[in-house]
T-cell receptor, first 113, second 112 residues
Framework: DGGITQSPKYLFRKEGQNVTLSCEQN?????MYWYRQDPGQGLRLIYY???????QKGDIAEGYSVSREKKESFPLTVTSAQKNPTAFYLC????????????FGQGTRLTVV | QKEVEQNSGPLSVPEGAIASLNCTYS??????FFWYRQYSGKSPELIMS????GDKEDGRFTAQLNKASQYVSLLIRDSQPSDSATYLC????????????FGTGTRLTIIP
């Protein structure tokens, strides 16, 4: 089946640890995004990538890092520098050069314990 | 000024009535406009996209765009309890600012 797969669905992290969230798509989409959503809030853009080996910071990139070595994969690392990482993380992809609809994975809920 | 603004609600509408959701955006050169529906604890799903001024209809949903007023709206006709969700407006900016930016969402409740 075609789609966007995020894993894991739930993730628990101890303070001071880095953790990597996976996002894979088999839709042959060029653009991929990472958003963060806090309870009762909208989506805030962390990073986005228009093409392989290229990515741009979004509005809240501090404490996060990404890579785009393959078209189908866009992993997000939440580093220990992110002061309040507990949130719902959403990955999305879109077919064209950003000017088309984006579709979302099922999300990863990260909790710092 | 926020890039994309929505009334957070909650908005309560009787079953069978028309629900009207509104969104304004700050980048006058914005290219593309989307409405997403998000159920609690789930990821957003795309319900409408609109790129040019005017109305676009898809079933019970109508998106309206007015670029001069920097305003986009979503009408839901014959509202059903299953329409109860948070509706997110999203905008792609002008060339050079082509990120997909979301509003904070409007929580809609359909009252049976």
């Amino acid at each position: 089946d075609g789609g966007i797969t995020q894993s894991p669905k739930y993730l628990f992290r101890k303070e001071g640890q880095n953790v990597t969230l996976s996002c894979e798509q088999n839709l042959n989409h060029d653009a991929m995004y990472w958003y963060r959503q806090d309870p009762g809030q909208g989506l805030r853009l962390i990073y986005y990538s228009q093409i392989v080996n290229d990515f741009q910071k979004g509005d809240i990139a501090e404490g996060y890092s990404v890579s785009r070595e393959k078209k189908e994969s866009f992993p997000l690392t939440v580093t220990s520098a992110q002061k309040n990482p507990t949130a719902f993380y959403l990955c999305a992809s879109s077919p064209g050069q950003l000017l088309t609809e984006a579709f979302f994975g099922q999300g990863t809920r990260l909790t710092v314990v | 000024q926020k890039e994309v603004e929505q009334n957070s609600g909650p908005l309560s509408v009787p079953e069978g009535a028309i629900a009207s959701l509104n969104c304004t955006y700050s980048d006058r050169g914005s290219q593309s406009f989307f409405w997403y529906r998000q159920y609690s604890g789930k990821s957003p799903e795309l319900i409408m996209s609109i790129y040019s001024n005017g109305d676009k209809e898809d079933g019970r949903f109508t998106a309206q765009l007015n670029k001069a007023s920097q305003y986009v709206s979503l009408l839901i006709r014959d509202s059903q309890p299953s329409d109860s969700a948070t509706y997110l407006c999203a905008v792609i900016g002008n060339f050079g600012n082509e990120k997909l930016t979301f509003g904070t969402g409007t929580r809609l409740t359909i009252i049976p």
